[in-house]
Nanobody, 120 residues
């Protein structure tokens, strides 16, 4: 399988914004659920946002109201991140699969990650 490719990461100050993108998705049954995960040093990889084919979205409490997940033409996934905080600093990964799993490893399509660093 062709791996997904994330882009858009970088360094910003507290309160700043970034927009992540994920390419390499296809319009197949295997990409019913598309999600963003993040992992910071010493912590478990966590799902921060997910979107399913019909457009329904789900967010982790820690990013609710600040992050927005979206997709266009079913082939590019985005994560708009506003009001960033130092605790948002992490490697961000995109994933796609037949279901919205909590475990990153269960997704059939996964990326290599893009680093987001938020300084105070």
């Amino acid at each position: 399988q062709v791996p997904l490719v994330e882009s858009g990461g970088g360094s910003v100050q507290t309160g700043g914004s970034l927009r992540l993108s994920c390419s390499g998705l296809g319009s197949t049954y295997s990409t019913y659920c598309m999600a963003w995960f993040r992992q910071s040093p010493g912590k478990k990889r966590e799902r921060v946002a997910a979107i399913v084919s019909e457009g329904r979205t789900d967010y982790a409490d820690s990013v609710q109201g600040r992050f927005t997940i979206s997709k266009d033409n079913a082939k590019t996934l985005h994560l708009e991140m506003n009001s960033l905080k130092p605790e948002d600093t992490a490697m961000y990964y995109c994933a796609a699969g037949r279901h919205c799993f909590d475990w990153y490893g269960a997704y059939s399509h996964r990326g290599q990650g893009t680093q987001v660093t938020v300084s105070s």
